[in-house]
């Protein structure tokens, strides 16, 4: 059994929160287990609850749409949840549930090693930096720990307000290049700041 299997199967008997009475399967995640990109959701909906994969309704769509027009496949990105359960009525989940499975969302990110993780919404957005706005840092690349987070609307979000939609195909358009650049960047660049001030930022945008 591999690092990763062992995540999955810790998962998937996991009941370090009330989101597990209720669930049908544990939503993981999906995708390659060496990406460079990582994809944080917020939370398992039916259908991902129904599949036991991340973003298969109608939101998984426009995610996979928009990769699509950047030439990825979701095969080439991991893509996972900030919980992994889904909360009833799809409501939002609650800081204890982020914070029960903040475990796994740790490991997950230490054992794929993206050099770039996009967030979409502002719980995932929010557990890098609590309390920004999503509306005023989405597309707004940032420096965490070593790594690229890149701030993004929740594909949900352009299902209901369609007028969303044409600033998350402008983040997905600027996805690449800043993978290209991190990836060019040498090992011991400081990238491990927590957030730099807007001068010192990537000059990609
Ligand atoms: S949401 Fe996370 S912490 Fe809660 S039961 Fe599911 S796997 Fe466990």
Redesign the pocket.
């Known amino acids: 059994m591999t690092d990763y299997d062992d995540i999955v199967k810790q998962?998937a008997g996991?009941?370090?929160?009330?989101?597990?009475e209720r669930?049908t399967r544990?939503v993981p995640g999906a995708g390659s287990t060496s990406a460079d990109i990582m994809f944080i959701g917020e939370a398992p909906g039916y259908n991902e609850d129904q599949q036991g994969l991340p973003f298969v309704g109608a939101a998984g769509n426009v995610l996979t749409d928009l990769l699509a027009g950047i030439g990825l496949r979701r095969s080439d990105v991991y893509i996972t949840n900030m919980?992994?359960?889904r909360p009833n009525n799809n409501r939002d989940?609650l800081s204890s549930?982020l914070e029960?499975?903040s475990?796994?969302m740790d490991a997950q990110i230490g054992l794929i090693n993206p050099k770039v993780i996009v967030t979409l919404g502002r719980f995932s957005f929010g557990k890098f930096f609590p309390g920004r706005s999503i509306s005023r840092e989405r597309g707004k690349p940032r420096s965490w720990r070593g790594r690229m987070i890149y701030p993004m609307y929740h594909p949900a979000a352009t299902l209901h307000n369609p007028r969303l939609r044409p600033a998350l195909e402008n983040d997905f358009r600027n996805l690449l290049p800043l993978v290209e650049e991190v990836i060019a960047m040498p090992p011991d660049a400081d990238v491990a700041d927590e957030e730099k001030p807007p001068e010192q930022q990537m000059s990609l945008f």
């Open positions: 998962i996991c009941t370090r929160c009330s989101l597990s669930r544990t919980v992994k359960c989940p549930e029960a499975c475990t796994y």
